[in-house]
């Protein structure tokens, strides 16, 4: 389905700066319909059409009480007497509540326009101040009944909310770095507050979640912004939190914060009421998140713990790999002292893992990073004094780390086996074709790329490929015997070595990355 901004732009003459508004009432509106218990549906007038003709372009339905549309309403287009109300809302630049009930199949429901006004954000649009679209109230008589007093103050609120969607004060500028997902709803926790800032209606949520606070008295009659600085653990928070409160009151929308007291945490959203212009107090959303921070908590603790235990495991891996390095000195038997070399290889190939592991925040490594450097020692270390340059292609992408671990020591062994045997030293005894003098410089390619949840591998040179009537299976190298047994074992993957047409060797593993 197209998105709001596609079907606005395809459809109607509205700017970039008209959009972002409309995005931003979408963001922002389950609010609204929560609290008219209606479901909202965003009109915006077709260009070109006459008589004027609207098209749905979002839609939310309220949390609180039946929805009114099975279907979803989001790209139907309507006009004429159907679309009345809402010609009359964006023509007249006022709020319909008039017409008798509607039916939906089997549904009654009484229909209101709202219109959705847009005010100049900066000096380029001085003045300008119109009405972009329509927002469709549309309320579900199906199980009206006597209203209680939280649907009174639900209601009232939600009536003041729409004249300030009309007057193009709502939805509030969204402040840097939040997200409407983070927001405390109404059924969370709800509190109004008149023009001196004392509560005139604290929703049962709101008031448990103050007794969590350690106010156990009712909040009717209570300024809630020296309650919220008294009740508060932390002073400056206590501070902060009457203060954020008492901009709302004048007009201006705070930030979300959150406060704690006696081991709760209750994260606290201020709205200034404005309809018309005219302050009449203030609406503060609250939302007990005690157990959602003990989680978050723990989890910090646990992401902690974990990266510091792999931070000890890198630090004893080159430890080990020191020791084995210190050892090879004082060999005398080149076999011994070459052995002891390669397991340091191997051994700091395995710490580079995880020493990528302790600076990240869950058991996944960014693996491109690893290879780069993996490829890099191995023209350093390779015992040969040829000159080869190592190329990666493709991306690794992330990668759980029991397949990181298996795989770097894997690819360890193919690139220093590529450059070792592939591209061999002058002095060494084996027949060595005389080079063309356009022959491309020494070069071994690691590609990587992603295919039906495998990842294929393939570690090239253009060196002088593999000897006749060699088999990987049969060799007697170690390395050769790793990479076999970690590429069919812990990774549960297939090797295959072979030579490439073009000249020189391949080797090609398929790992597979669904569950393990």
């Not at 679309?83 to 039916?103: K, N, S, Y």
């Not at 409160?245 to 606290?268: C, D, H, K, S, W």
Request: hydrophobic share 40%; glycine share 8%.
């Amino acid at each position: 389905m197209s998105t709001l901004r596609d079907l606005v732009e395809e459809h109607t003459n509205l700017g970039s700066a008209d959009i972002d508004h409309l995005h931003r009432l979408a963001g922002d509106w389950q609010l609204l319909s929560d609290l008219s218990f209606a479901d909202l549906l965003l009109w915006v007038p077709i260009k070109g059409e006459q008589p004027r003709q609207f098209l749905c372009v979002a839609q939310v339905r309220p949390t609180t009480a039946p929805t009114a549309y099975q279907d979803d309403q989001v790209g139907k287009i309507f006009g004429g007497p159907e679309v009345a109300h809402l010609d009359v809302a964006f023509t007249q630049e006022r709020i319909w509540r008039e017409g008798d009930p509607v039916w939906y199949g089997d549904t009654p429901a009484r229909h209101e326009a709202i219109p959705v006004r847009r005010r100049a954000e900066n000096d380029h649009e001085e003045g300008r101040s119109e009405v972009i679209a329509v927002i469709g109230r549309d309320t579900n008589l199906s199980t009206a009944r006597t209203p209680s007093q939280l649907e009174l103050n639900y209601l009232t609120t939600a009536d003041d909310l729409a004249q300030m969607v009309a007057d193009g004060t709502f939805p509030p500028t969204k402040q840097p770095g939040e997200v409407t997902t983070s927001a405390p709803r109404v059924g969370d926790g709800l509190i109004r507050l008149d023009a001196s800032g004392k509560v005139t209606y604290a929703s049962p949520n709101a008031q448990s979640a103050y007794r969590r606070l350690g106010f156990n008295a009712h909040l009717v009659g209570e300024e809630l912004a020296v309650l919220s600085s008294r009740v508060a653990a932390d002073p400056l928070e206590g501070n902060d939190a009457a203060e954020r409160i008492r901009l709302a009151l004048r007009g201006i929308t705070p930030p979300r914060m959150e406060f704690e007291a006696r081991g709760a945490t209750v994260l606290t959203r201020s709205l200034p009421l404005l309809p018309a212009g005219v302050p009449i107090g203030a609406l503060v959303l609250v939302r007990d998140v005690t157990e959602v921070r003990r989680r978050d908590r723990a989890l910090m603790t646990k992401d902690a713990t974990i990266r510091e235990i792999h931070h000890r495991v890198k630090n004893n891996l080159q430890t080990v790999a020191a020791l084995l390095r210190l050892q090879a000195r004082r060999v005398d038997a080149p076999e011994a002292r070459m052995a002891l070399e390669e397991s340091v290889r191997r051994v700091a190939s395995i710490a580079l893992v995880h020493e990528t592991l302790s600076m990240s925040s869950d058991e996944a490594v960014e693996f491109d990073g690893i290879v780069d450097r993996v490829a890099t020692a191995a023209t350093e270390v390779a015992s040969t004094s040829v000159s080869v340059r190592m190329r990666r292609e493709g991306t690794f992408g992330v990668l759980p780390a029991e397949i990181a671990t298996s795989l770097v020591m894997v690819l360890n062994e193919l690139l220093i086996n590529a450059v070792e045997h592939g591209f061999p030293a002058p002095d060494e005894d084996v027949p060595e074709p005389v080079p063309a003098p356009d022959a491309p410089a020494p070069e071994v390619v690691v590609a990587a790329h992603r295919f039906r949840k495998q990842l294929h591998v393939t570690v090239a040179d253009n060196g002088r490929g593999l000897p006749e009537g060699f088999r990987p299976d049969a060799g007697g190298r170690l390395g050769l015997q790793i990479v076999r047994a970690l590429a069919t074992g812990e990774l549960r993957g297939s090797i295959e070595m072979r030579n490439r047409a073009g000249g020189g060797t391949e080797a090609v593993l398929v790992v597979p990355l669904g569950k393990r």
